[in-house]
């Protein structure tokens, strides 16, 4: 029993692995907080107190009804939440899971202003804490379930990225061997994957007033662009098969050496001259 409790407390001692959130610092472009993120696994300094940080404590407080939104939207269920996973030879690499979505995709589930919002930003904050995780469990993909302030919801899909992930392997085990060895880190720098994602929203422009200015354009040209697609048309069907031109009211029509036939409006000067 005291040797259960034992690894349990080692389990929730982050000193001890590379989470996925610390995966984040690691590949990021913060050099201050990667200090401290080096600081704390040597126990030189306390962890950040994150209480008091109101937007992490939303995405906590938002967690539960971010799943079950998923779950509702989807149709998909939400197996393992909050399943702990070391990696099976990697000792100093471990994963908690927000969940797996049928016991298969990873899932993460993230509170984010509404201003701040994108999908792209979005699965790019997150990138490195995604393939951490899918790296752990031998995932292929990772499902990252948003909740903005503004009251969307949005899932973004991201695939496994051997070739990330081999850098990111690379960027946690230096960081670690100077946990170990008392050298102090140095940013990575490696960018992020471009993620390939989907659209799965539906954007409102009726706030735009060049949406609305393109859109009367739009509107009220379209039986003209109509009319004049059918005109020209007709006009190359008229000319002759055996004029290499044809002019005539203020229009041109021009076969080319291929046979191709193309019509245009004449010049003021050039109507001035066939007159």
Do not use: C
């Amino acid at each position: 029993m005291v040797l259960v409790a034992s690894q349990q407390k080692r389990q929730a001692d982050r000193r001890y692995f590379i989470g996925g959130s610390d995966a984040r610092i690691i590949m990021g472009d913060d050099q201050a907080a990667l200090i401290r993120l080096w600081q704390e696994k040597r126990g030189e300094i306390e962890p950040e107190e994150l209480s008091g940080n109101l937007i992490v404590q939303l995405g906590r407080a938002t967690e539960k009804l971010n799943r079950h939104w998923y779950q509702a939207r989807t149709g998909r269920v939400v197996t393992d939440v909050q399943m702990w996973r070391r990696h099976p030879t990697l000792k100093w690499m471990a994963a908690t899971l927000d969940g797996r979505v049928e016991g298969d995709d990873v899932f993460e589930s993230k509170f984010m202003l509404p201003w701040q919002f994108t999908e792209e930003a979005a699965a790019e904050k997150y990138m490195p804490q995604l393939q951490h995780n899918m790296w752990i469990v031998a995932a292929r993909n990772a499902v990252l379930s948003v909740i903005t302030g503004g009251g969307k919801w949005v899932e973004i899909k991201v695939h496994a990225d051997p070739l990330y992930q081999h850098l990111l392997l690379t960027a946690e085990r230096k960081f670690w061997r100077g946990v170990e060895s008392g050298e102090p880190p140095a940013l990575f720098g490696i960018e992020p994957p471009k993620p390939r994602v989907e659209a799965v929203r539906i954007a409102d422009m009726s706030s735009s007033n060049a949406w609305a200015e393109f859109a009367a354009i739009f509107s009220r040209t379209q039986t003209a662009h109509l009319d004049h697609e059918e005109a020209k048309a007709e006009l190359k069907r008229l000319m002759p098969e055996d004029a290499q031109q044809a002019i005539g009211h203020g229009v041109r029509g021009r076969r080319s050496k291929s046979g191709a036939i193309s019509v245009d409006l004449l010049e003021v000067e050039d109507s001035h001259a066939a007159v």
